[in-house]
């Protein structure tokens, strides 16, 4: 088994407005949709389209959406043999407004997502430590990826953690994390650090192997022990940033998982998030293998 994700599957229903409504205001919206999405899911497919084997790991409602979710999974090459439906759940969802400048705010609620305790852990562990890469994020309970973390032997596989929604994670064991990828916001928040290195640092004081740190147009940072350098973003013009950040962190799994290094791993993903923002939706907007070539070539051309 290649990538392995444990985490989310939501139903997004997607709201777009020319700017967010402030509270007690109504503002007229111009297209109401719905996506297969969950950060999750979307890491898993992200990764799939660049065509790595990947397994998922999670648990979905009992109501239509759960199949519908997936559907999409399977459709898009992602084995899904291990995702149980919770009895008596409905599956998670998420309430996204998204503005004519691609910014996105996002209401989650978990659903069928909170049922993945370390009892399922247990269940799936044999299958779990088997990867090469292992995808995490905070939209499951993050006492499971505790639970999880501590049960993991030293690398293999390689732990790459979303903390995302940004959450206390002081229960984490984060020295078996080799790579946390938060974006600017979760950065501050689990740090109180407003500069990134600064906060990087902090993380790296808890035991974490190596900051990734998403920061949109600024593109990425990498921040290590002995170094810290960005990467800058392909640019441009967002049409909705919603799983821009997965995409980036599916690929990243790819790039590394094939033995790339960091440094050509994180170019890889930027190029990937960059595709995911320029598209509408979450899953829907997540590239392909052939996608993310051309702009890095293109991006080489133009050097
Ligand atoms: O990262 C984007 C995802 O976060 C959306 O698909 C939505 O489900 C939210 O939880």
Same mark, same amino acid.
């Given at each position: 088994?290649a990538i392995v994700v444990l985490g989310s599957l939501n139903v997004d229903f ?19 949709t719905r996506h297969p999405g969950g950060k999750g899911a979307n890491q898993a ?13 999670g648990k979905v409602g009992d109501d239509l959406f759960g199949e519908e979710l ?27 407004? /998204?503005?004519?400048? &691609? ?5 989650? +609620?978990?659903?069928? #997502?909170?049922?993945?305790? $370390? *009892? ?91 900051? /990734?740190?998403?920061? &949109? ?5 990498? +921040?290590?022990?002995? #170094?810290?350098?960005?990467? $800058? *973003? ?70």
């Amino acid at each position: 088994m290649a990538i392995v994700v444990l985490g989310s599957l939501n139903v997004d229903f997607v709201v777009e407005a020319s700017r967010f409504p402030c509270a007690g205001e109504t503002v007229l919206g111009r297209r109401f949709t719905r996506h297969p999405g969950g950060k999750g899911a979307n890491q898993a497919v992200a990764a799939a389209r660049l065509r790595a084997h990947v397994s998922f790991f999670g648990k979905v409602g009992d109501d239509l959406f759960g199949e519908e979710l997936l559907r999409s999974l399977r459709e898009n090459g992602v084995n899904v043999e291990a995702v149980e439906r919770e009895r008596g759940s409905s599956s998670g969802i998420a309430s996204i407004w /998204v503005t004519e400048n &691609g910014q996105n705010a996002i209401v989650y +609620i978990p659903g069928a #997502n909170a049922a993945v305790d $370390p *009892a399922y852990v247990d269940s799936m562990f044999p299958q779990l430590v088997a990867a090469k890469v292992l995808l995490l994020q905070l939209e499951v309970p993050v006492e499971a990826i505790a639970y999880l973390l501590r049960r993991l032997p030293p690398n293999p596989p390689l732990v790459i953690l979303d903390p995302a929604p940004a959450q206390d994670i002081s229960n984490l064991p984060l020295e078996r994390v080799d790579i946390i990828t938060p974006n600017r916001g979760e950065l501050t928040a689990l740090t109180r650090e407003e500069g990134v290195g600064e906060a990087a640092r902090k993380l790296l004081a808890f035991g974490v192997g190596q900051v /990734v740190c998403k920061a &949109g147009a600024e593109g990425a940072y990498l +921040i290590g022990r002995d #170094n810290f350098r960005r990467f $800058p *973003a392909f640019p441009v013009e967002p049409v909705d940033t919603t799983a821009a950040g997965d995409a980036f962190n599916g690929a990243l799994a790819v790039a590394l998982a094939e033995g790339q290094s960091i440094e050509d791993a994180i170019r890889f993903a930027n190029a990937a998030g960059a595709l995911a923002a320029i598209r509408q939706g979450a899953q829907p907007s997540l590239p392909t293998r052939r996608e993310v070539e051309a702009l890095l070539r293109k991006a080489d051309q133009a050097r």
